[in-house]
């Protein structure tokens, strides 16, 4: 993901978390706001672990993101919180982000 598509100021943030609607899924739950741009943010708090877990959450949610970015229809703000888990993986992720994107309509008709 270039960095266009971060979310990193946290009055973005705060935006999403206070006026922002959610979906969830089995393995994150993610809160959108319509936005001036495609932008995705991630929050994963301390209770899934030491930074080195949480670090690797992040990378393993920015590229399952990154693979749904052609097919996004529209501009939003994403902030993707995942659910604590004993174990993360990139598939999972795709999987429930693809549920998420379809049941919230923000996939392309044509993809």
Do not use: W
Not at 16 to 27: A, H, I
Not at 53 to 65: G, H, Q, T, V, Y
């Amino acid at each position: 993901m270039t960095p266009d598509y971060r979310l990193k100021k946290e009055k973005e943030f705060n935006l999403v978390f206070r006026t922002g609607k959610r979906l969830y899924s089995d393995s994150v739950s993610v809160l959108y706001i319509p936005y001036a741009r495609l932008k995705a943010g991630f929050a994963v708090g301390k209770k899934h672990g030491g930074s080195v877990k949480r670090n690797r959450i992040k990378r393993l949610m920015r590229e399952s993101f990154r693979s749904f970015i052609p097919e996004i229809s529209g501009n939003y703000a994403f902030v993707f919180i995942p659910k604590i888990k004993e174990e993360y993986s990139l598939e999972k992720f795709r999987k429930d982000m693809g549920y998420i994107f379809r049941k919230g309509g923000f996939i392309k008709k044509d993809a």
